[in-house]
């Protein structure tokens, strides 16, 4: 029965030790196994932390493109923006310079039409005073005309008359001449 007491220890120390050792492998390999899982999580996590990382990547970068095109339009309509405003500030001093010279033309204009005016007034006063003195002048004209033909008749008249006087003149001479002739005679 010692003998007893000492085997029977042994035996249930031999299948303790067996179920021991067979717990044991299996806690190992579900250690393992639990390792591998881990592993096979953390390498199914990088995988998808990566393909996120590469997506977030992509739209982060679609989004700068997005923004950078974004911005080069930006600038490019306030560049255009600034081209139209220059052209139409252009325009519109283009504007402000032809309205300038053709209001100097307007004034130098009003100007020649007013030294116009003046000048037409001036003239019509020169022609009233020529109309007045060619009027004058037809009667005057007219009154020489008259004057003229009086003058020439009465000088016509005195010519006349001299002639007569002189002929009476030379007939009284030669009368005196006869009468001298036939008193000498007589």
Not at 34 to 58: D, M, P, S, T
Not at 117 to 144: F, G, N, P, S
Request: hydrophobic share 40%; no cysteine; glycine share 2%.
């Amino acid at each position: 029965m010692k003998k007893l007491y000492v085997i029977v220890p042994i035996v249930l120390l031999a299948i303790f030790i067996a179920f021991f050792l067979n717990a044991r492998d299996g806690i190992r390999q579900r250690e393992i196994a639990e390792q591998k899982r881990i592993q096979e999580e953390l390498v199914q996590k990088r995988i998808k932390e990566e393909a996120a990382k590469k997506v977030a990547w992509e739209i982060a970068n679609a989004e700068a493109q997005r923004r950078i095109a974004e911005h080069n339009e930006r600038l490019a309509k306030e560049k255009r923006q600034a081209e139209e405003t220059q052209a139409a500030e252009a325009e519109r001093n283009l504007a402000y310079r032809e309205k300038d010279n053709l209001l100097r033309q307007s004034l130098g204009i009003k100007e020649s039409l007013d030294t116009a005016k003046t000048r037409k007034v001036k003239i019509e006063e020169q022609l009233k005073i020529q109309r007045t003195q060619i009027d004058y002048l037809k009667t005057a004209t007219k009154d020489v005309i008259q004057n003229k033909t009086a003058y020439q008749i009465a000088l016509q008249k005195l010519q006349d008359a001299e002639k007569a006087y002189v002929a009476k003149q030379q007939e009284e001479a030669r009368a005196a001449a006869r009468a001298a002739a036939a008193r000498g005679a007589n």
